[in-house]
């Protein structure tokens, strides 16, 4: 039994863990990288041994995922063994802390990992992540411990082990929200039938390219594409013919467009295109080439092909301009004149 001297000292360690930790983990502008390592480092003082680990278990192997070890020890990011081969498959098949303190005079003097590493000293926890164990936080030495590992040993890696596990579990939902909230934006701004942007996309699209307006008011070229007699297909082929249609026309523009144009559907056959660092000129081919491209060939549907031209209206962007109405507004009279001018032709 631990002496009165012994039981304070004890608890002025577990103290010392307690608020050094703390200082650790409440400072997140660290990142995590530098906590797990400031972690590995506290293990290694509190436990008095030289390696600190913190691992990755995929099935039968063993990853090295952070360390903490003398300078010319042969540990590297990502280095991987066969889990067998390592002290922690005794902690993950115990699932529970062991420790060993002297293995040459224990009865796991024969395991593959004394073989191997000749580690003498070894102290390890699961670290359980979501109801499922993602590794293990272990520490280790080539040099016997020189005592016992007692039941405070124990609490300070467990204490380790929970915040480790708290983290990896905060830092996935994190994740997880951000990829739901990207999707969400994602399909908030885009059209589902086209996979062209919506109203909202263009609009953010627009509000991107504002500051490069008020300098160069001229830079960008909106073309406004109408299908001609597009009520016909619905009427005369059905609407899963009028569906075919519309995701061809969206596939044909982003063919003809360049990579850095702005394509949007912003009606049931009214597309808006953006043409960013675009002159009148080059505005004006690039509406001739999708006009050619959408009245090129038949567009296959599931009744029979059907043979589709479009209306194109070229204007400029208004400078400061943040809003699709304002843009349709530019293109709409240029857009009325192609229509009257007898259709899939392109004015400005």
Request: with cysteine; proline share 5%; charged share 30%.
């Amino acid at each position: 039994m631990p002496s009165a001297s012994t039981r304070i000292t004890e608890a002025g360690e577990s103290e010392l863990v307690i608020r050094t930790l703390y200082e650790i983990t409440s400072d997140y502008k660290q990142g995590f990288e530098r906590q797990v390592q400031r972690i590995l480092e506290l293990g290694c003082r509190r436990f008095d041994l030289d390696i600190g680990i913190l691992s990755k278990i995929l099935g039968n192997r063993y990853e090295v995922r952070h360390f903490r070890a003398p300078e010319g020890a042969s540990l590297h990011q990502g280095q991987t063994f066969p889990l067998g081969d390592t002290y922690c498959a005794i902690t993950m098949q115990a699932d529970r802390p062991t420790g060993f303190e002297h293995v040459a005079e224990s009865e796991i003097c024969t395991h593959p990992a004394y073989g191997a590493f000749r580690l003498e000293a070894y102290i390890g926890t699961p670290v359980v992540v979501d109801d499922e164990v993602f590794g293990t936080l272990n520490f280790s030495s080539a040099r016997p411990h020189p005592r016992k590992f007692r039941e405070p040993d124990i609490d300070a890696l467990q204490l380790m082990a929970t915040w480790v596990a708290a983290e990896i579990h905060r830092r996935r939902t994190e994740e997880a929200l951000r990829e739901a909230t990207d999707e969400l934006r994602h399909l908030t701004r885009i059209d589902p039938m086209t996979e062209l942007l919506n109203r909202r996309g263009i609009e953010d699209s627009l509000v991107r390219i504002g500051q490069r307006l008020l300098c160069r008011p001229e830079s960008c070229i909106a073309l406004l594409v109408d299908l001609d007699d597009f009520k016909s297909v619905n009427d005369g082929y059905g609407h899963a013919a009028g569906d075919a249609v519309i995701v061809e026309t969206a596939r044909r523009i982003r063919k003809a467009v360049r990579p850095t144009d702005i394509a949007g559907r912003v009606g049931g056959d009214e597309f808006l295109i953006l043409l960013p660092d675009c002159d009148p000129t080059m505005g004006d081919n690039i509406a001739e080439r999708v006009r050619a491209a959408l009245c090129h060939r038949a567009v296959e549907t599931p009744r029979e092909p059907v043979r589709i031209t479009a209306s194109i209206g070229v204007a400029h962007v208004p400078a400061g301009c943040d809003e699709v109405s304002e843009v349709i507004g530019a293109a709409g009279g240029a857009l009325s004149r192609s229509k009257k001018s007898g259709k899939n032709t392109v004015a400005g």
